[in-house]
């Protein structure tokens, strides 16, 4: 069977970088009418931005996806509206409840316990109608009774590549040369560690500093609810021919960037050199007006400086109080503070 090529790598965190809903309608966009094949690699994400990609994937009406890896959560769902579902003999799938986030460290009265169980209630009740609308979507899938759906999703346990046919989520195991078996990795295994049961795969070699120092990045940055505990956009996936930058991609007008060999490397044409060089070019203007902004605060600080200071008894005599002195919380503030600013001075 000849190697498909897919128009869209949907991996990491449905919601993050690199499985987008935007990049998603502006692929199936270019591609109206013709077939469009789909590699899904992820332990999920937000449940909002797989139903949207679900409703893409059948509106467009022939899209195939294919599975490898390990697959749970929002990522089994934004595959719902596929025409042809195929998983890779190695690759795991599981489906569980939806969850929210959850967080209180507080003293609480009764009136204010009152309040808070109130409000966990009415989150209990619209996840249970999210629940019942996600178990009938798989239903639909599987030409099943929901409630038994439902029962699986409270069982939550992964299902292997032929559990996950003879349910009915898949239409085709494959075994295809560029799949290989999943391996556990320490950044899965973190956000598995939250809820969601592991499965007995074959540990990752260690992640080195860097891989995790971008990953502490990426997770600072991602979208909140979600249907799993949140993970970072790190994967340990076989080196692949192609990649999708969407950030290049979109200034380059490109679908994504081919690489070949062992120790892939990407040609540039001039053409597409002037464009990077014209949106480096942009960059450098606006650091260079911020540099010139930093520079007149510096100037006027110098100038307030060099002026002397009014007596205690001045400013006693005006009614107002004495400054307080700067508490360790005040400098702390003060501290991050000073970080964003320079934070926002980043391109």
């Known amino acids: 069977m000849p190697q498909p090529k897919y128009n869209l790598h949907l991996k990491g965190f449905v919601g993050g970088y690199d499985f987008d809903r935007d990049y998603v309608d502006y692929i199936l966009a270019k591609n109206p009418g013709k077939p469009v094949n789909v590699l899904i690699d992820s332990t999920g994400g937000s449940l909002a ?85 996600v178990a009938a979507m798989y239903a639909a899938k599987c030409r099943k009774d929901p409630k038994a759906l439902l029962d699986l999703m409270k069982v939550g346990g992964w299902l292997s590549a032929k559990e996950a046919l003879e349910w009915g989520f898949v239409d085709e195991i494959t075994d295809e040369p560029e799949d290989t078996a999943p391996k556990l990795t320490d950044a899965t295994a973190s956000a598995m560690a939250a809820g969601m049961p592991i499965p ?69 044409s001039v053409e597409q050199l002037a464009k990077i060089d014209k949106a480096l070019t942009g960059n450098a203007a606006d650091i260079k007006a911020k540099d010139t902004e930093i520079a007149n605060l510096k100037a006027r600080v110098a100038e307030l400086e060099k002026k002397p200071a009014e007596t205690t008894s001045a400013i006693v005599s005006d009614g107002q109080q004495p400054d307080k002195p700067e508490t360790p919380m005040d400098a702390f503030s003060a501290s991050v503070r000073r970080a964003r600013e320079i934070y926002d001075l980043l391109p």
Request: proline share 4%.
């Open 49 to 133: 931005t797989a139903l949207s990609i679900s409703s893409a994937f059948k509106r467009h009406g022939d899209v195939s996806v294919h599975f490898v890896g390990m697959n749970a959560s929002a990522a089994t769902i934004a595959s719902l509206g596929a025409r042809h579902v195929s998983i890779d003999t190695a690759a795991w799938y599981l489906v569980h409840k939806c969850s929210n986030e959850f967080f209180k460290w507080s003293s609480l009265n009764a009136d204010q316990m009152a309040d808070l169980i109130s409000a966990l209630e009415k989150q209990k009740s619209d996840l249970d109608k999210l629940d019942a609308g």
């Open 200 to 268: 007995n795969v074959p540990v990752a070699d260690r992640e080195s500093a860097i891989g995790k120092f971008f990953a502490a990045i990426a997770a600072m940055f991602r979208p909140g609810a979600a249907t799993t505990p949140e993970i970072s956009n790190q994967s340990n996936t076989p080196q692949m021919s192609t990649i999708i930058l969407p950030a290049l991609c979109a200034a380059l007008a490109l679908e994504s960037v081919e690489l070949s060999g062992d120790k892939p490397t990407a040609s540039l």
